[in-house]
């Protein structure tokens, strides 16, 4: 039922109004009416659990009664809210409005998480709350705000996935750990996903402290016990002993090694003044029209650079299998499959949001922050990834038999 506050009222609580911080400064208005309102509700609310008003005389067969009020401090939008909560003898009383043990009103922890998300650390957090809000929080205050989240993010690590995703990228970020007193180096790693609409979606993040193939098959299993039983393209960027496990849970799975990772990691072993010329002749293999042809420009390459350069020529043949699955597609799907530069962007964020933290304190830490930074950022991710009609038709040509009966 919608309330109408009459006129007469405003009028007397504006009375003595002179300037917007009477309204919305520390002791102003707003404030003061929130706190009186939620007083007068707990009030409220205990009159309905007894049974009987405070002015009243309890009744013979109520053995409960009002014991006075405790003082709690709440955080608000409006500041700190000094309330009054009605106690009864029993102990009994559980207030719906503000529940035991709350010390927050309105929005404020959210608030509180809506910052961290966005990278912000703990005196930053502080410094804005103080400043926006008067209101002085502790780093416990903080953490434990924060700390609530980590329920949410086991279950969206652990949730149900799609049967099938056409393309899944998986890559890496390092960031630096307090472990067991000593700072380490550990790597996130992430997938991220093509769903059958189009649509990014992360699929998971996990950390290891030796990567290697028996990790990714621990991963490779996860995915499958979450419900995925299908990928039609996997690109990676070399991974350790990825590319064997991901075979032996996704048999049918195409791998395609990152061409602009393969390009980057050929070019440190040229000299600077050499790297455009080593870069173009490149290009002409992964130019190519076809895989044949790709085939051909490497030849080509090894013989003009093979006696300076020896490394590149003999790992770009050694991977040639992983680094030529694009090639048996069109260029406008060649575009979506041969980089992984959709999840570098993600990290890239990653990277900007962790960038005020030199340590973290466990990898749950992490985990929490970029689960959190997932929210902001995958809000964008209403639309599909540029010429996915036209991969999608070319999948469902190509994968008849695996596609999934609803797509």
Same mark, same amino acid.
């Given at each position: !039922?919608?309330? &109408?506050?009459?006129?007469?009222?405003?009028?007397?609580?504006?009375?003595?109004?002179?300037?917007?911080?009477?309204?919305?400064?520390?002791?102003?208005? *707003?404030?003061?009416?929130?706190?009186?309102?939620?007083?007068?509700?707990?009030?409220?609310?205990?009159?309905?659990?007894?049974?009987?008003?405070?002015?009243?005389?309890?009744?013979?067969?109520?053995?409960?009664?009002?014991?006075?009020?405790?003082?709690?401090?709440?955080?608000?939008?409006?500041?700190?809210?000094?309330? %009054?909560? $009605?106690?009864?003898?029993?102990?009994? *009383?559980?207030?719906?409005?503000?529940?035991?043990?709350?010390?927050?009103?309105?929005? *404020?922890?959210?608030?509180?998480?809506?910052?961290?998300?966005?990278?912000?650390?703990?005196r930053e957090i502080q410094?804005?709350?103080?400043?926006?809000?008067?209101?002085?929080?502790?780093?416990?205050?903080?953490?434990?705000?924060?700390?609530?989240?980590?329920?949410?993010?086991? +279950?969206?690590?652990?949730?149900?996935?799609?049967?099938?995703?056409?393309?899944?990228? *998986?890559?890496?970020i390092v960031v630096k750990?307090? &472990?067991?007193?000593?700072?380490?180096?550990?790597?996130?790693?992430?997938?991220?996903?093509?769903? !059958?609409?189009?649509?990014?979606?992360?699929?998971? !993040?996990?950390?290891?402290?030796?990567?290697?193939?028996?990790?990714?098959?621990?991963?490779?299993?996860?995915?499958?016990?979450?419900?995925?039983?299908?990928?039609?393209?996997?690109?990676?960027?070399?991974?350790?002993?990825?590319?064997? +496990?991901?075979?032996? +849970?996704?048999?049918?799975?195409?791998?395609? %090694?990152?061409?602009?990772?393969?390009?980057?990691?050929?070019?440190?072993?040229?000299?600077?003044?050499?790297?455009?010329?080593?870069?173009?002749?490149?290009?002409?293999?992964?130019?190519?029209?076809?895989?044949?042809?790709?085939?051909?420009?490497?030849?080509?390459?090894? +013989?003009?650079?093979?006696?300076?350069?020896?490394?590149?020529?003999?790992?770009?043949?050694?991977?040639?299998?992983?680094?030529?699955?694009f090639f048996g597609y069109?260029?406008?799907?060649?575009?979506?499959?041969?980089?992984?530069?959709?999840?570098?962007?993600?990290?890239?964020?990653?990277?900007?949001?962790?960038?005020?933290?030199?340590?973290? $304190?466990?990898?749950?830490?992490?985990?929490?922050?970029?689960?959190?930074?997932?929210?902001?950022?995958?809000?964008?991710?209403?639309?599909?990834?540029?010429?996915?009609?036209?991969?999608?038709?070319?999948?469902?040509?190509?994968?008849?038999?695996? !596609?999934?009966?609803?797509?």
């Amino acid at each position: !039922m919608k309330t &109408q506050i009459q006129d007469e009222i405003i009028d007397q609580l504006l009375a003595n109004y002179r300037k917007p911080e009477d309204l919305t400064g520390p002791d102003g208005l *707003f404030r003061q009416l929130k706190a009186r309102l939620i007083n007068r509700v707990l009030d409220a609310e205990l009159t309905t659990h007894l049974g009987f008003d405070k002015n009243q005389r309890p009744p013979e067969e109520k053995s409960n009664a009002r014991n006075g009020h405790s003082s709690k401090t709440l955080r608000s939008d409006e500041g700190e809210l000094p309330i %009054r909560v $009605p106690r009864d003898r029993k102990g009994e *009383f559980e207030p719906s409005l503000i529940p035991k043990h709350q010390r927050h009103f309105d929005g *404020f922890d959210d608030c509180i998480v809506s910052l961290y998300s966005r990278g912000l650390g703990v005196r930053e957090i502080q410094e804005h709350l103080k400043e926006i809000y008067q209101v002085d929080v502790s780093a416990t205050l903080i953490s434990n705000a924060t700390e609530a989240v980590f329920e949410e993010v086991n +279950a969206w690590r652990h949730r149900c996935l799609d049967p099938v995703y056409p393309i899944v990228w *998986f890559d890496a970020i390092v960031v630096k750990i307090r &472990q067991d007193g000593k700072v380490t180096n550990r790597a996130v790693y992430i997938a991220l996903a093509v769903n !059958m609409q189009g649509v990014k979606e992360v699929l998971g !993040m996990w950390s290891s402290e030796n990567e290697g193939a028996t990790f990714w098959l621990n991963v490779a299993t996860e995915l499958k016990n979450r419900g995925l039983s299908d990928i039609f393209i996997c690109c990676i960027d070399g991974l350790s002993g990825f590319a064997k +496990a991901l075979k032996s +849970a996704f048999p049918e799975t195409r791998v395609q %090694r990152c061409i602009v990772h393969q390009v980057r990691n050929s070019l440190k072993y040229v000299s600077y003044k050499n790297r455009k010329e080593v870069a173009d002749a490149l290009k002409l293999i992964y130019n190519a029209p076809t895989a044949e042809a790709g085939w051909t420009a490497l030849q080509n390459f090894r +013989a003009l650079y093979d006696s300076r350069f020896p490394a590149i020529g003999r790992n770009w043949e050694a991977a040639w299998d992983e680094l030529s699955t694009f090639f048996g597609y069109p260029p406008e799907i060649r575009k979506i499959i041969y980089t992984t530069n959709a999840i570098e962007s993600l990290n890239s964020s990653f990277r900007k949001i962790s960038r005020h933290r030199n340590l973290f $304190p466990s990898v749950d830490s992490v985990f929490k922050l970029f689960y959190l930074s997932l929210k902001n950022i995958s809000r964008k991710w209403t639309k599909p990834v540029p010429n996915w009609h036209d991969a999608l038709n070319r999948f469902i040509i190509e994968f008849a038999e695996r !596609m999934p009966t609803s797509h």
